[in-house]
């Protein structure tokens, strides 16, 4: 199957110490961190491709424009899903969208690229 628009995909967790602005340093309260959002969407994004790519293909997150909207305390499950709005040879935009038990608590859109793993990963390794 082909990448096409439309494609969706959705990733969760619940709220934790761990994953507090607290407890990373984004900010001073134990509210859902806007970086542990933001990596939820990109899972999100992620899980809406992966299956669909060649063995040895993954994507790497390139480009982000986000807000984070509201706050979720701890012990709350939150949410984000993603849907593929355009492919550009190996570049793939999503929207996305986060929430918790009450509201959308962010959004906006995403941009990964398609990668070779092994050839990506020898490009990172010849860096060290």
Do not use: C, Y
């Not at 990733?11 to 001073?28: D, F, I």
């Not at 933001?38 to 790519?53: D, R, T, Y």
């Not at 040895?56 to 997150?61: L, P, Q």
């Amino acid at each position: 199957m082909e990448l096409k628009a439309g494609m969706k995909g959705r990733a969760e967790t619940v709220v934790v110490p761990e994953n507090t602005a607290q407890a990373v340093g984004s900010g001073l309260v134990p509210v859902f961190a806007t970086p542990h959002m933001i990596a939820l969407m990109e899972n999100a994004a992620v899980n809406a491709v992966q299956a669909q790519l060649a063995a040895g293909e993954g994507t790497v997150g390139t480009r982000l424009d986000v807000t984070h909207d509201a706050a979720t305390p701890v012990g709350m499950n939150v949410w984000a899903e993603a849907e593929l709005t355009a492919v550009e040879g190996r570049k793939l935009t999503f929207a996305v969208a986060a929430f918790d038990a009450r509201e959308q608590i962010g959004g906006g859109t995403h941009e990964r690229f398609i990668i070779q793993t092994e050839k990506f990963l020898a490009r990172v390794e010849a860096k060290g």
